[in-house]
């Protein structure tokens, strides 16, 4: 009734289906079907129990531990999604493989995910590939799909391009109704990959892809540039879209979620990730990622410094790097990059390698990054270069030149420079100095005033109060005459 304070109802306490009871009995009493089936409604959260990860990991093992092989499968995704368990891709992966051995198809497809990137185990592309064709046989939708997009693009030095076995291998996976695979036959057939040109047999395709609900990953990859350079940015958002375009294989998605893995922008930073990623995305033909790669190289992100790797790298990123809506100047940071490295040689990270600075090729670099993408570090460092003399004629003139474009960029590095080589104007001595003769002047009062108390204090002191006490009256003077009585 209107007026009346609404009365809150208590939380529905969660009733346990009969079919959860009875799981229990059988799983106390040691059954492994039994005892993952119900590690399966904690971890859903159904039958009238509460989700629980811990409780759902606690059962799976116990399944696991008689061989169960979903109970395997699932263990290992509680270490690699760090669900009821502390995340551990290295765990997760011997469990996996573990559940692989039993003939698990998606375990299958976990091991080769995880050993195809290097990923908690040994990089092994010819075992990964092999176990997505196990897992592709057994009917794994998934392998099916990735092992027709691989067999379409090829991956330099392990999987070479069959457009033959993609269509098997798509045809399968659209069966099953997957759209990625859908669109990639209407690709096929419209551009004549391993079948003749068919435009009607293509939009029949295409037309069943987009009844299924397929999105292109350009449209997300296009999504997720727009979400992070738009005028409301959102960096998060950007970085799932990308992740997600990442998945489906697209190029420059997998260089740009390297890039936020990096830099942990929008999703928490993990070095190992970017490395793992950048390194997907040059096996993709993605130059750009070459700069990510180098970066962990160098500084020893993810992955052991290799000063040369990282080199090669940059090189690589410099050769073939093209726009991207993430870091347009990619090209002239790895530049950058390059004469960093020049510059320090490997002695200054620690290295074993020997590699001594090259001024010279580091002047090289750091003009073309500042000539060619006004690169805001390089032209400091370059009036570094010029005021010192390193790899090349002293010239002031040159060196306040380079700091003044620095300065524009908001270089407070070059902004000092220029103050060394300028001097400094009456007002900003005035700003530097009036402040510091105040701390002085403030230090010297503090300390006179201290010093005052000392003494009043050491006039109070016990011990001279004592002294005065204890000592002996002073002699009588013998030459003193005795005072005449009254």
């Given at each position: 009734?209107?007026?009346?304070?609404?009365?809150?109802?208590?939380?529905?306490?969660?009733?346990?289906?009969?079919?959860?009871?009875?799981?229990?009995?059988?799983?106390?009493?040691?059954?492994?079907?039994?005892?993952?089936?119900?590690?399966?409604?904690?971890?859903?959260?159904?039958?009238?129990?509460?989700?629980?990860?811990?409780?759902?990991?606690?059962?799976?093992?116990?399944?696991?531990?008689?061989?169960?092989?979903?109970?395997?499968?699932?263990?290992?995704w509680?270490?690699?999604?760090?669900?009821?368990?502390?995340?551990?891709?290295?765990?997760?992966?011997?469990?996996?493989?573990?559940?692989?051995?039993?003939?698990?198809s998606?375990?299958?497809?976990?091991?080769?995910?995880?050993?195809?990137?290097?990923?908690?185990?040994?990089?092994?592309?010819?075992?990964?590939?092999?176990?997505?064709?196990?897992?592709?046989?057994?009917?794994?939708?998934?392998?099916?799909?990735?092992?027709?997009?691989?067999?379409?693009?090829?991956?330099?030095?392990?999987?070479?391009?069959?457009?033959?076995?993609?269509?098997?291998?798509?045809?399968?996976?659209?069966?099953?109704?997957?759209?990625?695979?859908?669109?990639?036959?209407?690709?096929?057939?419209?551009?004549g990959?391993?079948?003749?040109?068919?435009?009607?047999?293509?939009?029949?395709?295409?037309?069943?892809?987009?009844?299924?609900?397929?999105?292109?990953?350009?449209?997300?990859?296009?999504?997720?540039?727009?979400?992070?350079?738009?005028?409301?940015?959102?960096?998060?958002?950007?970085?799932?879209?990308?992740?997600?375009?990442?998945?489906?294989?697209?190029?420059?998605?997998?260089?740009?979620?390297?890039?936020?893995?990096?830099?942990?922008e929008?999703?928490?930073?993990d070095?190992?990730?970017?490395?793992?990623?950048?390194?997907?995305?040059?096996k993709?033909?993605?130059?750009?990622a070459?700069?990510t790669?180098?970066?962990?190289?160098?500084?020893?992100?993810?992955?052991?410094?290799?000063?040369?790797?990282?080199?090669?790298?940059?090189?690589?990123?410099?050769?073939?790097?093209?726009?991207?809506?993430?870091?347009?100047?990619?090209?002239?940071?790895?530049?950058?990059?390059?004469?960093?490295?020049?510059?320090?040689?490997?002695?200054h990270?620690?290295?074993?390698?020997?590699?001594?600075?090259?001024?010279?090729?580091?002047?090289?670099?750091?003009?073309?990054?500042?000539?060619?993408?006004?690169?805001?570090?390089?032209?400091?460092?370059?009036?570094?270069?010029?005021?010192?003399?390193?790899?090349?004629?002293?010239?002031?003139?040159?060196?306040?030149?380079?700091?003044?474009?620095?300065?524009?960029?908001?270089?407070?590095?070059?902004?000092?420079?220029?103050?060394?080589?300028?001097?400094?104007?009456?007002?900003?001595?005035?700003?530097?100095?009036?402040?510091?003769?105040i701390?002085?002047?403030?230090?010297?009062?503090?300390?006179?005033?201290?010093?005052?108390?000392?003494?009043?204090?050491?006039?109070?002191?016990?011990?001279?109060?004592?002294?005065?006490?204890?000592?002996?009256?002073?002699?009588?003077?013998?030459?003193?005459?005795?005072?005449?009585?009254?």
């Amino acid at each position: 009734m209107a007026g009346q304070e609404a009365v809150v109802a208590a939380p529905a306490v969660p009733v346990e289906t009969r079919e959860v009871k009875e799981l229990k009995v059988k799983a106390e009493a040691g059954d492994a079907d039994a005892q993952n089936r119900l590690g399966d409604k904690y971890y859903d959260g159904s039958g009238g129990v509460e989700k629980d990860f811990a409780k759902a990991t606690e059962w799976f093992v116990k399944a696991a531990e008689q061989g169960h092989p979903e109970a395997l499968y699932s263990v290992g995704w509680a270490y690699f999604a760090g669900e009821g368990m502390e995340r551990s891709v290295e765990d997760a992966a011997e469990w996996f493989e573990k559940a692989a051995e039993k003939g698990h198809s998606k375990a299958m497809r976990q091991v080769a995910k995880l050993t195809f990137q290097g990923n908690g185990v040994e990089e092994d592309p010819e075992k990964a590939h092999r176990l997505w064709v196990q897992a592709a046989d057994l009917g794994d939708v998934e392998s099916q799909a990735l092992l027709g997009k691989l067999y379409t693009q090829g991956v330099d030095g392990s999987i070479e391009k069959d457009y033959p076995k993609a269509l098997i291998r798509l045809q399968q996976a659209a069966a099953a109704g997957d759209p990625d695979s859908m669109h990639a036959l209407g690709v096929a057939h419209d551009k004549g990959l391993g079948t003749p040109a068919n435009s009607k047999e293509a939009m029949r395709w295409y037309k069943l892809a987009e009844a299924r609900g397929y999105v292109s990953t350009d449209s997300i990859f296009k999504r997720a540039s727009e979400l992070y350079s738009g005028p409301n940015k959102n960096a998060r958002q950007a970085a799932q879209l990308f992740y997600v375009a990442a998945q489906k294989g697209h190029p420059a998605a997998a260089g740009n979620i390297a890039w936020f893995f990096y830099h942990g922008e929008g999703i928490p930073q993990d070095f190992a990730q970017a490395f793992q990623w950048a390194i997907r995305a040059l096996k993709l033909g993605y130059s750009n990622a070459g700069f990510t790669a180098g970066c962990c190289c160098e500084f020893g992100h993810g992955v052991l410094a290799d000063h040369q790797a990282a080199m090669q790298w940059y090189l690589h990123c410099i050769e073939g790097a093209t726009e991207t809506d993430v870091d347009k100047n990619m090209k002239y940071k790895a530049m950058h990059a390059v004469g960093r490295c020049y510059y320090k040689g490997s002695h200054h990270d620690g290295l074993p390698e020997g590699i001594l600075p090259d001024y010279v090729k580091a002047h090289y670099w750091w003009k073309r990054a500042a000539e060619e993408g006004n690169v805001t570090d390089a032209w400091n460092n370059l009036g570094d270069l010029y005021v010192r003399g390193h790899g090349c004629k002293k010239d002031v003139k040159k060196a306040r030149e380079c700091w003044e474009k620095a300065a524009k960029g908001g270089c407070a590095e070059a902004a000092d420079g220029l103050h060394m080589l300028n001097g400094y104007t009456m007002w900003e001595k005035v700003t530097i100095w009036v402040p510091t003769l105040i701390i002085i002047l403030l230090m010297a009062c503090v300390v006179y005033y201290f010093m005052i108390k000392y003494h009043e204090m050491s006039k109070d002191s016990w011990f001279v109060k004592r002294g005065e006490e204890e000592a002996p009256p002073p002699a009588p003077d013998p030459a003193a005459a005795p005072s005449s009585p009254a």
